[in-house]
């Protein structure tokens, strides 16, 4: 019985692992692919190396100058809408619940982080997460890519998945893909 036991909790455990791992893969080969310019700072996790911080350009929205609702609150879930523009795509549209993506119009998941208080002259700015702010990479090149994004360098590509989730696919440095994410 003990041993049973045993096996269906390494089951359970494997399981498990599995649906990460195949949930994660599925993101990534999401059929929708934004890029996105970014600007990171640098710091080291202990236990997992050199990783990125990055805040995008679409971190930060003034909700005046777009589409949609203008009103969040911390922790709310917000779906912003992008439109690509040249190489790189821009919010255009923000609010609480997801319109439609389309071949011209991706649309993002992200969770309010703050928003400042509404005035009639002066910009509203609501602060945004979207799954994608820090980035692990080789042990080394973190600085390396630190000091290109500051060049103003450096962009991401960005799957979005059926549920509107983010996960970076790969980094670019002038357009060139230099980084691609996998699995293993």
Same mark, same amino acid.
């Not at 777009?66 to 609010?95: C, H, N, P, Q, T």
């Not at 609480?96 to 002259?121: G, H, L, W």
């Not at 702010?133 to 080789?138: D, T």
């Given at each position: 019985?003990?041993?049973?036991?045993?096996?269906?909790?390494?089951?359970?455990?494997?399981?498990?692992?599995?649906?990460? =791992? *195949?949930?994660?893969?599925?993101?990534?080969?999401?059929?929708?692919?934004?890029?996105?310019?970014?600007?990171? *700072?640098?710091?080291?996790? #202990? &236990?997992?190396?050199?990783?990125?911080?990055?805040?995008? %350009?679409?971190?930060?929205?003034?909700?005046?100058?777009?589409?949609? %609702?203008?009103?969040?609150?911390?922790?709310? =879930?917000?779906?912003?809408?992008?439109?690509? +523009?040249?190489?790189?795509?821009?919010?255009?549209?923000?609010?609480?619940?997801?319109?439609?993506?389309?071949?011209? #119009?991706?649309?993002?998941?992200?969770? *309010?982080?703050?928003?400042? +208080?509404?005035?009639?002259?002066?910009?509203?700015?609501?602060?945004?997460?979207?799954? #994608? !702010?820090?980035?692990?990479?080789?042990?080394?090149?973190? /600085?390396?890519? %630190?000091? !290109?994004?500051?060049?103003?360098?450096?962009?991401?590509?960005?799957?979005?998945?059926?549920? /509107?989730?983010?996960?970076?696919?790969?980094?670019?440095?002038?357009?060139?893909?230099?980084?691609? %994410?996998?699995? &293993?």
């Amino acid at each position: 019985m003990a041993t049973l036991r045993i096996l269906i909790v390494i089951a359970l455990q494997t399981v498990a692992l599995v649906w990460m =791992i *195949v949930d994660r893969q599925q993101m990534l080969n999401a059929s929708q692919v934004v890029t996105l310019k970014i600007v990171p *700072v640098d710091p080291r996790d #202990i &236990f997992r190396g050199d990783y990125v911080i990055l805040n995008y %350009e679409i971190s930060r929205l003034d909700v005046k100058l777009l589409d949609g %609702e203008d009103k969040f609150s911390y922790g709310d =879930i917000a779906y912003v809408a992008l439109r690509k +523009e040249a190489a790189l795509w821009k919010a255009v549209a923000i609010s609480v619940k997801p319109q439609a993506s389309s071949p011209d #119009i991706a649309v993002i998941k992200a969770t *309010v982080r703050s928003m400042d +208080e509404p005035s009639a002259t002066s910009p509203v700015f609501v602060n945004l997460d979207y799954g #994608i !702010e820090s980035y692990f990479v080789p042990q080394g090149t973190g /600085h390396v890519i %630190e000091d !290109e994004a500051r060049k103003g360098e450096l962009s991401a590509d960005i799957a979005i998945d059926g549920d /509107h989730r983010a996960a970076i696919k790969a980094l670019r440095r002038n357009g060139k893909v230099f980084y691609v %994410e996998g699995i &293993f």
